[in-house]
């Protein structure tokens, strides 16, 4: 049976007069790679705000783990298991890489777990862990994404949204964060909502979508479903 740890449900919202999304309603799937798709300015971002409490809906529910979390602020979500790792990264870049695990883990649930967080994050990047001591800011973009990972994944998630973890980077770097993502559902059992412009890529991982166009989900389906569907091979695969 498919267990939704997160669902949302008809969400109207938007930035003063200037509404975003219309009605957007989508259920993510335990354990596996979950994303939104779309061009830029299609909503996705917004969409995360939604979840991540930073924008609260002018309608609709935002459900997390059977629970109407719409009141709920960010900091508790936080505590609740909702991680995000930010587009841009938005790394400190004065504060080490372990300085900066150590600000992910900044909640008291998190803090108890700090040690085995630590373990599992050099685990699944060992270049974290050559790189304790150095500064951020000198990492290169790969080395920074996966610090902006690590970082979420020190606050214990139990769903990992990641907005754009693509943007920026080389194509070499885009395959090498795509792979870590991978990796992420392999070795952990965490469930995951990727938010990407690179639809190509993304389909070669996802295991549900949904297609954002000017603030409506227009298309959901599965990775197959997703790759045979017209509408997405001719306005994002250029086919």
């Known amino acids: 049976m498919v267990k939704y740890p997160l669902e949302l449900s008809n969400i109207d919202a938007g930035y003063g007069e200037a509404q975003a999304l219309w009605g957007v309603s ?24 939604v979840i991540t409490g930073i924008l609260k809906p002018w309608r609709g529910d935002v459900k997390f783990l059977g629970e109407n979390i719409v009141n ?6 936080v505590d609740m298991g ?4 930010p587009e841009g990264r ?36 060992p270049v974290l862990k050559e790189r304790s001591k150095q500064l951020a800011g000198t990492l290169s973009g790969g080395e ?3 610090l902006a990972i690590a970082r979420t994944l020190m606050s214990s998630p139990r769903i990992l949204l990641m907005d754009e973890p693509s943007l920026g ?10 792979k870590v993502i991978e990796k992420l559902k392999k070795e952990t059992d965490l469930t995951v909502l990727l938010v990407e412009q690179n639809v190509y890529m993304a389909l070669q991982i996802a295991d549900y979508g949904y297609v954002l166009e000017h603030g ?5 389906g599965s990775r197959e479903e997703l790759k045979e569907s017209e509408r997405i091979k001719k306005a994002y695969l250029g086919l």
């Open 82 to 85: 909702v991680g995000m790792v």
């Open 72 to 77: 709920v602020p960010t900091h508790k979500r």
């Open 169 to 178: 980077l080389a194509p070499k770097l885009v395959i090498e964060v795509f």
């Open 90 to 125: 938005r790394l400190w870049p004065q504060l080490t890489v372990y300085e900066t695990l150590e600000l992910g883990a900044y909640t008291k649930h998190a803090k108890e777990k700090f040690e085995k967080n630590l373990e599992l994050v050099y685990t699944l990047f």
């Open 216 to 220: 409506r989900i227009v298309l959901e």
């Open 26 to 49: 989508l259920k993510v799937r335990e354990g596996g790679i979950n994303v939104i798709l779309g061009s830029n300015g299609a909503g996705k971002t917004t969409t995360l705000r």
């Open 144 to 146: 920074s994404q996966m």
